[in-house]
């Protein structure tokens, strides 16, 4: 594996060791993403999968690329092609960060597909995107609701919905289904939180400042 992508796939793993080790008291920060999520259905109106589309800071995206081939029409597709593949691959022992559940019980996913890294020369940002597969696909309407959220559990990346079209509906049919978007406030999350979650070497301080996304369909629909 060459240098540069090797350092890019370490730092990602990284992140999960210091979610798993790291005390939580000392957990903040430290690389920045915007994101997107499409919920997709299928031909019969059952959702079948969300598309993740993450959008590094500038500053992870420069080291990220350090060194990379590039040309004047950018990085090499090929380049980009293997690093999106093994940084999946990386991202699977955490489920790509993303909790899926209904009602509070889990509802499964299998390994994420469709991986695609890209550079945005406009904006100095590499962007990382995937297919996330549900297990079986889930009909909303009779099964309840569908609560998403995706957070590295550490708070070593502070994961936020983009201001605009944040969340979008695709695929089959779905004019029955709507979402809603509950984003905590930053601050009241930092002064609400109870002496556990900088005590307790278990605590996931990240899912503290997570977007939940519902999914509701009206009865007899997706």
Known sequence: MQVWLRRFVLF???IGTVASIAPPASAHPHVYI?????FHFDAKGQLDALRVVWIFDEFYSAFALDGAPKTDSGY?????AELAAE??????EWNYFTEVTSEGAPVETVAATDALSEWDEDTGRLSLSFTLPLKEP???STDGPLDVR????SYYISIDYLPEDPVSLTGGPHDACSIKMNTPEVEQVWTALPESAFTDPNSTLGANFASTVTLVCAPGKS
């Open 12 to 14: 990602l793993a990284a």
């Open 34 to 38: 915007d994101m997107k999520t499409a």
């Open 76 to 80: 090499d597709a090929a380049f980009l």
């Open 87 to 92: 940084n999946l691959k990386n991202l699977a």
């Open 138 to 140: 889930y009909t909303v």
């Open 150 to 153: 995706i957070f590295d559990p």
